[in-house]
């Protein structure tokens, strides 16, 4: 059984998945979102997330970690906001010593939904269909992050199938 943790990055709200796979099989392990109060400074929030999701990691042992790359068109401040909360995501990846892969949202949407442009409901309906869920996850952000997480196992795989030794590297990156 492999473990992947994907990741929705965000400063008001992470989402985070543990997903397992055995043979073309998915499973739900646990999801959320980690919220942080916008009252409280960057910092203490930026530590907010890098316990709350340390917990996780802690708790579900992933064998890699899948991060959504940001693309942001206008919102300078946001985007930095957001850029600060994954690099929260990506030190805990290298302090655990996990793999890293970082799909676009395009590769996301290809790969839970078949092409590129899948709209943000599709992709919710197929992280259900995936992963037999009752329901979608909510928040959206959750959703989003099995998503990533789902992708993380295609890319893992490729890596790992055209890598030269055949074996993990000690960071992965998709552009």
């Known amino acids: 059984m492999l473990k992947c943790i994907g990741i929705d990055p965000g400063l008001g709200r992470m ?16 999801y959320g979102c ?5 009252s409280e400074t960057i910092p203490v929030r930026l530590n907010m997330i890098y316990e709350k ?36 995501a990506l030190l805990l990846a290298a302090k655990h010593r996990l793999p ?11 790969a839970v939904c078949g092409y590129g442009t899948a ?10 269909r995936i992963l037999n869920l009752d329901c979608i996850p909510k928040p959206d952000d959750a959703a989003d992050a099995i998503a990533a997480a789902v992708t993380g196992f295609f890319l893992f795989a490729e ?8 074996g993990r590297h000690a960071s992965i990156s998709f552009r």
Do not use: H
């Open 100 to 110: 890293v892969l970082e799909p676009k949202p395009s590769q996301i949407k290809l």
């Open 53 to 88: 999701l340390g917990e996780q990691i802690a708790c579900c042992s992933p064998d890699f970690m899948s991060v959504e790359k940001l693309f942001f068109g206008r919102n300078i401040t946001t985007a930095e906001y957001v850029w600060q909360a994954r690099g929260v």
């Open 34 to 38: 980690i919220e942080t109060p916008p």
């Open 15 to 30: 989402g985070f998945a543990s997903v397992a796979r055995e043979g073309q099989v998915f499973r739900s392990l646990s």
């Open 159 to 166: 890596e790992k199938r055209t890598a030269p030794s055949g």
């Open 119 to 128: 709209p943000k409901e599709q992709v919710q309906k197929m992280v259900q």
